[in-house]
C-alpha cells in the first residue's frame, strides 16, 4: 500500500499532544530513516522523504519554534511539497562536513552542484529536479549544504523500481564530486512503498 500523499491541519497535534508522544515518535522514525537514506561519497548523504518524515518535521518545527496554530498553515506549505506524489522519489541531500573551514572549502567548489544529480534504473537516468526556484548556488559560487530533489518516474521505471529487477544507483557527476552509489535492497524496499 502506497504512503498518505496529503498533509492537512488536521494531521497535525497540538504541542503539548505532540510532547505526550514525541519519543515514540521520534524512535519509530529514526528507525524508518535507516531505510530511507544514501550515502553517496564521503560526505553526501540523500534522505528520502515522504508523509511520515514531513509530518514529524513539522511537529518539531512547531515545537522549536512555538507559533502555535497560526504557524501550522506556513509549515504545511514548506513541507508538504516534500511528500512523494506516487509518481516520484523525493529526496533531501545534505553535504555533511563537520569542520566549519572544510565546509566552507568544499562547498565553494561544488557550485552548480545541484544540476548534476541522477538517480538511475537499470538504463533509464533520471535528472533530479530541484523542489524550488531558489538558487542553491549563490552568485560567488558556493553551493548550499542542504538541497531538495525530486525524482520523476515514468509507469515503467516505477514497474521496475518496485519489482527490483534492475540495478538502481543514486549519483552526483559534479567534477569536483563524482560519486554514486548502488542504492541498497532494504532502502528500495522502502522506497517502494512511495509509488504507486
Given at each position: 500500500?502506497?504512503?498518505?500523499?496529503?498533509?492537512?491541519?488536521?494531521?497535525?497535534?497540538?504541542?503539548?499532544?505532540?510532547?505526550?508522544?514525541?519519543?515514540?515518535?521520534?524512535?519509530?522514525?529514526?528507525?524508518?530513516?535507516?531505510?530511507?537514506?544514501?550515502a553517496v561519497g564521503p560526505?553526501?548523504?540523500?534522505?528520502?522523504?515522504?508523509?511520515?518524515?514531513?509530518?514529524?518535521?513539522?511537529?518539531?518545527?512547531?515545537?522549536?519554534?512555538?507559533g502555535g496554530e497560526a504557524?501550522?498553515?506556513?509549515?504545511?506549505?514548506?513541507?508538504?511539497?516534500?511528500?512523494?506524489?506516487?509518481?516520484?522519489?523525493?529526496?533531501?541531500?545534505?553535504?555533511?562536513?563537520?569542520?566549519?573551514?572544510?565546509?566552507?572549502?568544499?562547498?565553494?567548489?561544488?557550485?552548480?552542484?545541484?544540476?548534476?544529480?541522477?538517480?538511475?534504473?537499470?538504463?533509464?537516468?533520471?535528472?533530479?529536479?530541484?523542489?524550488?526556484?531558489?538558487?542553491?548556488?549563490?552568485?560567488?559560487?558556493?553551493?548550499?549544504?542542504?538541497?531538495?530533489?525530486?525524482?520523476?518516474?515514468?509507469?515503467?521505471?516505477?514497474?521496475?523500481?518496485?519489482?527490483?529487477?534492475?540495478?538502481i544507483v543514486l549519483g552526483?557527476?559534479?567534477?569536483?564530486?563524482?560519486?554514486?552509489?548502488?542504492?541498497?535492497?532494504?532502502?528500495?524496499?522502502?522506497?517502494?512503498?512511495?509509488?504507486?
Amino acid at each position: 500500500m502506497a504512503s498518505p500523499r496529503i498533509l492537512t491541519p488536521a494531521d497535525i497535534l497540538p504541542v503539548r499532544e505532540y510532547e505526550k508522544v514525541r519519543a515514540d515518535w521520534c524512535g519509530r522514525i529514526l528507525a524508518a530513516k535507516r531505510d530511507r537514506r544514501v550515502a553517496v561519497g564521503p560526505f553526501a548523504t540523500f534522505f528520502f522523504e515522504n508523509w511520515d518524515t514531513m509530518r514529524y518535521q513539522i511537529h518539531e518545527m512547531l515545537r522549536i519554534e512555538r507559533g502555535g496554530e497560526a504557524q501550522i498553515a506556513d509549515e504545511i506549505a514548506a513541507y508538504a511539497p516534500l511528500i512523494p506524489n506516487g509518481r516520484e522519489l523525493v529526496a533531501t541531500l545534505m553535504f555533511e562536513i563537520d569542520d566549519p573551514a572544510r565546509r566552507e572549502r568544499t562547498l565553494a567548489a561544488l557550485g552548480g552542484v545541484e544540476a548534476t544529480v541522477y538517480l538511475k534504473i537499470g538504463e533509464g537516468h533520471i535528472a533530479g529536479v530541484l523542489e524550488s526556484e531558489v538558487e542553491r548556488t549563490n552568485e560567488v559560487g558556493k553551493a548550499s549544504a542542504i538541497h531538495f530533489f525530486h525524482f520523476p518516474l515514468t509507469p515503467a521505471q516505477i514497474a521496475t523500481f518496485k519489482t527490483g529487477t534492475a540495478e538502481i544507483v543514486l549519483g552526483i557527476g559534479h567534477p569536483n564530486y563524482a560519486h554514486m552509489a548502488i542504492v541498497p535492497e532494504p532502502v528500495r524496499r522502502a522506497l517502494a512503498g512511495d509509488l504507486d
